[in-house]
């Protein structure tokens, strides 16, 4: 074989070149946009894949992460393992997650959450959610909720534990003094 051939024969087309970057691109995209906010919401309630009914008053005096995401979307799998580990260490301290599925039906997001060891709260989306939060469209997107119900950052993309300890820590609420 000669050396035009070989070349020729090992030089990727521009589609694999476009499609290789787009692959690269979407292994390490951007980190996630943080926003800052400190707006009040609208009460709203979701039923969790238990059944039970969890409302917005239930979570006040509380640090809450609303996260929006979808058992077919990469980045929330991701990102759920930090999510875990993050209320594993926080719950104690008044932290709570409560994890919206965009698209799912109870059933998938149970066997889903069991299959994967997560027992943090979860619940599909519906209206009241929708009109507090806004149709969440893209997921992974986040909600930090402070004690008093406000939301104080929205994070629209992929979380990492230093970015949940920089957010959520300052918000907790104080230990008690003797």
């Known amino acids: 074989m000669d050396r035009r051939a070989f070349v020729k024969k090992w030089t990727p087309s521009p589609l694999t070149l476009i499609l290789l970057g787009l692959i690269a691109y979407l292994w390490f995209r951007p980190p996630a946009e943080v926003s800052d906010e400190n707006r009040t919401v609208a009460p709203w309630q979701v039923m ?23 058992t077919w979307c990469p980045y929330c799998r991701k990102e759920k393992p930090v999510i875990d580990a993050f209320w594993h260490d926080y719950r104690d301290k008044g932290f709570e997650v409560v994890s919206i599925s965009v698209d799912d039906p109870p059933d998938k997001i149970t066997a889903w959450m069991k299959d994967k060891g997560y ?17 969440v469209s893209s997921v992974p997107t986040s909600f930090i909720l402070d004690t008093d119900g406000h939301i104080r950052h929205k994070i629209a993309g992929q979380m990492h534990y230093p970015r949940l300890e920089k957010l959520v820590v300052p918000l907790l609420p104080r230990a008690k003094q003797p």
Do not use: H, I, M
């Open 48 to 70: 969790l894949t238990d059944g039970r009914l969890l409302t917005s008053d239930a979570l006040k005096g509380k640090v809450v992460l609303v996260n929006f995401w979808a």
């Open 119 to 135: 027992a943090f709260q979860a619940a599909p989306t519906n209206a009241s959610v929708a009109a507090v939060f806004g149709n």
